[in-house]
C-alpha cells in the first residue's frame, strides 16, 4: 500500500500536468516579427519604367550613359537614379559637371519616353489621338548661381515644346523658347511634391499643376514624346563650383503615360 506521501505528490503532479493541457495555445508561442521595413534595390521597382530609357550625366563627352530595357529593370547608379529607401519614390540628381548630349550644354538624368515595350523611341502627333503624362514630382536641389532645373517636359524633334521649371523659388511652363511663358507660383518650397500633366490632343498641349488647368500651348507636330527627371539648367560655365556636390535633383513618386 502507498505511503500518504506519495498519494499526495501524485495527486499533486496530476494537477499540475491537467493545468498545462489546459492552457491556452498561444500561451508560450513567441510573438511573430514585426515585418521588416520595405526596400527596394532598383528604381523599377517603385516606378513602372516598361516604356521609357534613362540618360544619366555620366559617359563620354556629348555621349552619355543610355540604359534601355531589359537593364533598366535592374538598374540602379547612386546617386543619379536611386530608389529611396522606403520605396516611395525614385532620386534624379544631376551635377553641373556632368557630361551632355551633343544637343544640349545642359546635364540630365532623365527618362525618355519610349514604345511600350521599351524597344523604340515613342514619335506620337499632336494632332492624332490624346497623348497624356502625369508625374507626381518633387524638385529637391537646385544649383548654385543659376538655380534652374525642369522636372517634366514634351519635346518635339529638335526641341522641348512646354516644360515645367524651376528658377529659384519660381515654376513656370515654358512655350518653346519662352521659358517663363506662364508663371505657376512664385513661392515654390523645395520638396513640395506637385502633380504635372500634359494633355495633347488637337494640335494643341493643356497643362496642369495639381489637377487645374493653367495654360494651353498650340503646337502642331509629329514627332513628339514625353520626358521626366531632373535637367539640370546650369553647367561648369555659369554655376561654382565645378563639382559633383553642385547639382539638381528631383523626386519622383509616380509617373503614368496613356496615348488614346
Not at 525642369?150 to 516644360?163: I, K, L, N, P
Request: glycine share 8%.
Amino acid at each position: 500500500m502507498p505511503s500518504t506521501r506519495t498519494c499526495v505528490l501524485a495527486g499533486v503532479l496530476a494537477a499540475a500536468s491537467t493545468a498545462m493541457l489546459t492552457l491556452p495555445a498561444q500561451a508560450g508561442t513567441p510573438a511573430p516579427p514585426e515585418r521588416a521595413t520595405a526596400r527596394c534595390a532598383y528604381p523599377s521597382e517603385v516606378l513602372d519604367l516598361t516604356g521609357w530609357k534613362l540618360t544619366l550625366p555620366t559617359g563620354e563627352h556629348e555621349d552619355p550613359t543610355e540604359i534601355t530595357q531589359p537593364e533598366l529593370a535592374t538598374f540602379s547608379a547612386k546617386p543619379w537614379f536611386r530608389a529611396e529607401a522606403d520605396c516611395d519614390a525614385v532620386r534624379f540628381r544631376a551635377a553641373v559637371n556632368g557630361v551632355t548630349t551633343g544637343g544640349s550644354s545642359y546635364p540630365r538624368a532623365e527618362l525618355r519616353e519610349m514604345t511600350a515595350d521599351g524597344e523604340d523611341e515613342a514619335e506620337w502627333s499632336t494632332t492624332e489621338g490624346t497623348h497624356t503624362l502625369v508625374v507626381t514630382e518633387a524638385f529637391t536641389a537646385l544649383p548654385k548661381d543659376k538655380p534652374q532645373v525642369v522636372g517634366a517636359q514634351v519635346h518635339g524633334g529638335d526641341d522641348d515644346v512646354t516644360v515645367f521649371r524651376l528658377d529659384g523659388s519660381k515654376l513656370y511652363i515654358t512655350d518653346g523658347d519662352d521659358s517663363r511663358h506662364h508663371l505657376v507660383t512664385d513661392d515654390y518650397e523645395l520638396g513640395t511634391e506637385f502633380e504635372a500633366k500634359f494633355v495633347a490632343e488637337e494640335g494643341e498641349i493643356d497643362v496642369y499643376y495639381n489637377g487645374e488647368l493653367q495654360t494651353t500651348i498650340s503646337h502642331d507636330g509629329d514627332t513628339n514624346y514625353f520626358k521626366a527627371g531632373a535637367y539640370t539648367q546650369a553647367n561648369c560655365d555659369n554655376s561654382d563650383p565645378c563639382a559633383k556636390k553642385n547639382y539638381g535633383e528631383v523626386r519622383i513618386s509616380s509617373i503614368e503615360v496613356t496615348h488614346s
